[in-house]
Nanobody, 122 residues
Framework: QVQLVESGGGLVQPGGSLRLSCAAS????????MHWYRQALGKQRDLVAT???????NYADSVKGRFTISRGSAKNTVFLQMNSLKPEDTALYYC????????????????WGQGTQVTVSS
C-alpha cells in the first residue's frame, strides 16, 4: 500500500543542476529515515545521501559539497538538490525510505521508488 514516487530526472550538461523529488503515500504511521541511492549502468546500487527524522544528514564522498538532501514542508517528501553535475553522476536515482505502516506500527520496512534517470552529458 505504501508507494514512493520519484520525479525530476532528465538530461543535463556537465556543471548543470537538477532537483529530484520523492513523495511517499499510503498507510504510513511514520517515516524514520529517507535515502537517495543511485545505480549506474552495469554497476551496483550505491547510497548517495541520507536524512533522518531528527534532521541528521550524510553524503557519499563523491557528492559532498555538490548535493543537498532535505525534507519538504509537504507531508512525506524528500528532495535531492544536485549542483555542479558531472558525467559520473549519470545513473538511475532511487528514493528509499524506512517506514512504519499503520498495519504494523512497530515494524520498520524499507520501501523503494521506481527510480528516475539522471543523465549528465555534453
Amino acid at each position: 500500500q505504501v508507494q514512493l514516487v520519484e520525479s525530476g530526472g532528465g538530461l543535463v550538461q556537465p556543471g548543470g543542476s537538477l532537483r529530484l523529488s520523492c513523495a511517499a503515500s499510503g498507510s504510513i504511521f511514520s517515516i524514520d529515515v529517507m535515502h537517495w541511492y543511485r545505480q549506474a549502468l552495469g554497476k551496483q546500487r550505491d547510497l548517495v545521501a541520507t536524512i533522518t527524522s531528527d534532521g541528521t544528514t550524510n553524503y557519499a564522498d563523491s557528492v559532498k559539497g555538490r548535493f543537498t538532501i532535505s525534507r519538504g514542508s509537504a507531508k512525506n517528501t524528500v528532495f535531492l538538490q544536485m549542483n555542479s553535475l558531472k558525467p559520473e553522476d549519470t545513473a538511475l536515482y532511487y528514493c528509499n525510505a524506512g517506514i512504519r505502516t499503520l498495519a504494523v506500527p512497530g515494524l520498520l520496512i524499507q520501501y523503494w521508488g521506481q527510480g528516475t534517470q539522471v543523465t549528465v552529458s555534453s
